[in-house]
């Protein structure tokens, strides 16, 4: 669009049709009169702070009609007569237009060279309340929001320190989405900072509609194959500070409650709050149990299946477990249908009201209990090592892991019932050669601090040590 024009009746027409006056019913515009010279003002309904611009508004009628003798630039009336602290002044129309949309207030005033942008917005947002896949027993029980300006305080409030560096971005050609790189500058790697800035700019999408995932999308490497997350999230500002102070790059999308955390290692998915909120020697004993169990999760059916597979494979004190009981279902359809049933009752369970809640635990419990077995449908064995897959993967707080250990314990299987325990050694050394080609978003390499080796950094990773100067 060029730059703003001398002519304040065509710079109005341009930003009046540009923004919709008229056409769309939440853009206000208001005209003024401020020392005898016209002025008019944009800003989005519901965005604008009532009190502050009727406050300005007031003082600029109050003005004399000599007050803007002199003056044609809006950078010496913004700097004369405009009292809120955020405000910019700029040339570029469609810039000015963004900044309308973003929530700005745009001041024109006649004879005055270019368009203040009054950064007096409110957006409509939630409280910041506890994340529901984040709760912990102790220690904070705030929450990120969906907008980027309070979840920044949330962050200020726990790092004091000036090296914390907000650095924001603009990403998608027409959302113009707010994205805000949030880091130590004398701590971040700065190679990393590059590559993390390089992938954001490189971005090409119209917009982020489903904010933070259209973001990872746009920047993970393409292994559309490779089921393992190469982004870890949270909602939890004690999290995300932590991680800030230990030299890692928090990325927060607008309109996402959720931040994401650089570099991402598959050994970073061990870690959990509610850890750090007990003594080290609890805290270590939760995180190994945790591992140890979601280990045990990927292997358990696939394991089993091919025990008791063939008769005369078990050593006697574990003959119990060869003699699943006879149902009309082959064992295989046993264990691949009670792993889509689970699915269904989770997304069932996302769009079941709240008041309706007990009633649908109630029904899926009868479903894949009393009557599956009744019926001959499933056998009880069969019914107990799903229930303790299902468990644990509620032990791992991310859902992206958990549903990737699903796809390959899945693969497992049925490789397991296809060419039995070849198929089963060789879909281990799979998922084990899997993991180690995972490319991560940035950073060192997916398995570190495993491969390349830092044993300083990976024994930090399994247990929990206490509280140090160098330990956060």
């Known amino acids: 669009m060029g730059t703003l024009s001398d002519n304040y009746t065509e710079n109005v027409r341009l930003f009046d049709e540009a923004l919709g006056v008229g056409r769309s019913v939440d853009m206000v515009s208001r005209d003024y009169l401020i020392a005898g010279r016209r002025a008019r003002i944009w800003v989005v309904d519901g965005y604008g702070l009532d009190e502050t611009l009727e406050r300005m508004g007031a003082f600029w009628l109050s003005r004399p009609e000599n007050a803007l003798e002199g003056l044609t630039d809006m950078q010496d009336f913004a700097d004369r007569l405009i009292s809120f602290s955020e405000v910019d ?109 390089e992938k954001l700019n490189g971005i090409d999408v119209n917009s982020l509609s489903m904010a933070q995932e259209s973001v990872a999308e746009a920047i993970r490497p393409k292994q559309w194959y490779n089921p393992f997350p190469k982004v870890r999230y949270t909602e939890r500002p004690d999290s995300a500070a932590a991680s800030v102070m230990e030299g890692n790059v928090v990325l927060m999308v607008d309109n996402s409650p959720s931040v994401m955390i650089l570099p991402t290692t598959f050994f970073d998915f061990t870690q959990e709050a509610n850890e750090f909120y007990f003594p080290p020697l609890v805290g270590s004993y939760l995180r190994l149990l945790r591992i140890i169990v979601f280990l045990i999760s990927l292997l358990i059916t696939p394991t089993w299946y091919l025990m008791v597979k063939e008769s ?54 009868l479903i894949l209990g009393d009557f599956a077995v009744q019926a001959g449908w499933l056998g009880p064995e069969v019914l107990v090592y799903m229930a303790f897959v299902s468990v644990a993967s509620f032990a791992q707080p991310s859902y992206e892991m ?63 040590e206490p509280i140090s100067r160098d330990n956060t």
């Open 89 to 197: 002044v700029g040339l570029d129309p469609e810039e000015l237009i963004t900044s309308v949309l973003m929530g700005k207030t745009l001041l024109l005033v006649e004879g005055l060279r270019g368009g203040a942008q009054i950064d007096a917005k409110s957006y409509p947002s939630r409280g910041v309340d506890e994340p529901p896949d984040g709760k912990v027993l102790r220690g904070s029980h705030d929450g990120f929001v969906e907008a980027v300006v309070p979840n920044m305080a949330l962050l200020r409030r726990r790092i004091r320190d000036p090296h914390l560096t907000m650095e924001g971005l603009k990403v998608g050609r027409r959302s113009h989405t707010d994205a805000v790189l949030c880091y130590l500058d004398d701590k971040a790697d700065p190679a990393l900072l590059s590559a993390i800035r």
């Open 312 to 365: 005369g494979r078990l050593p006697e004190w574990l003959e119990f477990l060869s003699s699943p009981e006879p149902a009309a279902l082959g064992l295989l359809w046993q264990l691949l249908v009670v792993e889509f049933l689970v699915d269904v009752l989770k997304l069932a369970s996302l769009n079941t009201p709240d008041s309706l809640s007990n009633s649908f635990s109630m029904l899926g419990a």
């Open 402 to 464: 958990g549903y990737a250990f699903k796809l390959l314990r899945v693969v497992l299987l049925l490789l397991t019932a296809v060419f039995d325990i070849w198929g089963y050694g060789f879909g281990i050394l799979g998922i084990l050669i899997l993991l180690a080609t995972t490319k991560p978003l940035v950073g060192r390499g997916y398995l570190y601090p495993l491969i390349p080796f830092h044993g300083r950094a990976l024994w930090r990773l399994l247990v929990r």
